[in-house]
């Protein structure tokens, strides 16, 4: 491969020249990414409830919406026979496990009907077809019962005055004083949070398989398995949390129904506490909170010290002592995006900080910083900063990232 020499100016003319046609892409396809919004996207006026009638309209037609006359069956594997082999039908994406449980079911014919048509002898077996379909077994209620034997000595029975007595231990229960099983709680807890059944409906499908389960005990198995089962499991996780180097942390709004003290209408937070993706084990724990208040992150964070990434949310600024809060440059510069963004929609938006230069050194990075500053300059762009850093990033390089940070929001501030 040929070696071309050239000047570091014409090097330094030439990476100038990328960075500003990066950016210019960049302004592109945010430029399209509006244009498309603008005419494909929802609009504001559309309410809730019109979504909500969509979602209902489903409830007694959806086998009608959903349906493909011509759709092939899920694929079955090549049958082979002893005599010849038959072509399973064509295959679709829709395979069937391999380890799932099969029943087999023996189709025979009678001595008699094993009897030849044409000379009268009696016919052979010389192999089978097979046919495979799909059954399903709604699921079953047991009732376990556990008889612990008891067991005396017959001698000291015969012999002394006092006969010792053993009992074969029982297998605790999970919930102390309830019919409750593993298994059960399992279940309930996987039809309301993965299946999203609520809890009324799994009361009406078991009363009519014959079994009162009501709403009342469900929720309390709910709770306690949580508290007596879970909490420590969140506990461990949590501890194992704080002690990485680089954590993530966000928020969101939620709505909750029949909360003391609050209307229906009120919004409530749920936390989100996360690893870096260069941790040895990703955990990702979330937590319920009432308000948005910054006590929430800095209880939750009190043991933490490192680096955590979030975005420009004021309540991320007063964390304890030891956190370096890696937040957008905008954010640290005093830009307040989201007053910008409702006053001017048709903001163009631009590419934020490659966090990629962050395995490259210093040079690399305040490259990169020099690349916004003219931005957020302007006001007539707003940097777009992702938050995601590639996992291969040293924690002396997060030092500097931080250093150059601070040093630049103070340049753009000015």
Not at 13 to 26: D, M, S, Y
Not at 67 to 72: D, G, I, K, M, S
Not at 241 to 265: R, S, Y
Not at 267 to 287: C, F, H, M, N
Request: aromatic letters at 8%.
């Amino acid at each position: 491969m040929e070696t071309v020499t050239i000047s570091r100016a014409e090097y330094e003319r030439l990476n100038t020249q990328v960075a500003a046609l990066e950016q210019e892409i960049n302004r592109l396809t945010e430029l399209i990414r509006l244009a498309r919004k603008q005419r494909f996207g929802a609009s504001s006026e559309k309410s809730q409830s019109e979504d909500g009638f969509v979602q209902l309209s489903y409830l007694f037609n959806e086998p009608e919406c959903m349906t493909r006359e011509n759709a092939p069956e899920p694929d079955v594997e090549e049958i082979a026979i002893r005599a010849h082999a038959r072509k399973a039908r064509r295959a679709t994406q829709e395979k069937l496990p391999e380890d799932i449980e099969v029943e087999v079911i023996d189709k025979t014919l009678t001595e008699d009907e094993r009897v030849c048509p044409q000379c009268r002898g009696q016919m052979n077996d010389i192999g089978k077809d097979v046919s495979r379909r799909l059954k399903i077994i709604p699921a079953r209620f047991v009732v376990e019962e556990q008889h612990m034997h008891k067991y005396a000595c017959k001698h000291c029975q015969e012999h002394e005055m006092t006969t010792p007595i053993k009992v074969a231990a029982a297998e605790p229960a999970v919930i102390k004083g309830s019919i409750a099983t593993p298994e059960a709680i399992a279940h309930i807890m996987t039809q309301k949070y993965v299946m999203y059944s609520p809890l009324y409906r799994q009361e009406q499908e078991y009363l009519r398989a014959g079994v009162p389960l009501s709403r009342q005990t469900m929720s309390n198995w709910l709770l306690k398995a949580a508290s007596l089962w879970f909490k420590p499991v969140y506990d461990r996780m949590k501890a194992e949390l704080l002690k990485q180097d680089i954590l993530h942390a966000d928020e969101t709004t939620l709505q909750v129904l029949h909360e003391p003290g609050k209307k229906a209408q009120s919004k409530s937070y749920i936390w989100l506490y996360r690893t870096g993706r260069d941790a040895p084990g990703q955990i990702v724990l979330y937590e319920y909170q009432e308000s948005r208040r910054a006590e929430h992150p800095e209880t939750f964070l009190k043991d933490y010290r490192g680096y955590l990434h979030a975005d420009g949310y004021a309540v991320y600024y007063g964390l304890p002592g030891g956190i370096e809060g890696i937040l957008p440059l905008e954010r640290m510069a005093g830009v307040d995006v989201n007053r910008i963004r409702e006053k001017y929609p048709e903001l163009i938006m631009v590419g934020g900080f490659d966090k990629t230069q962050m395995r490259h050194g210093e040079a690399a990075m305040r490259r990169e910083f020099e690349r916004l500053l003219p931005a957020i300059r302007s006001g007539r762009y707003i940097p777009s900063v992702d938050h995601q850093t590639p996992p291969d990033v040293t924690i002396e390089n997060y030092g500097v990232f931080m250093r150059l940070l601070r040093e630049f929001a103070a340049e753009a501030g000015r």
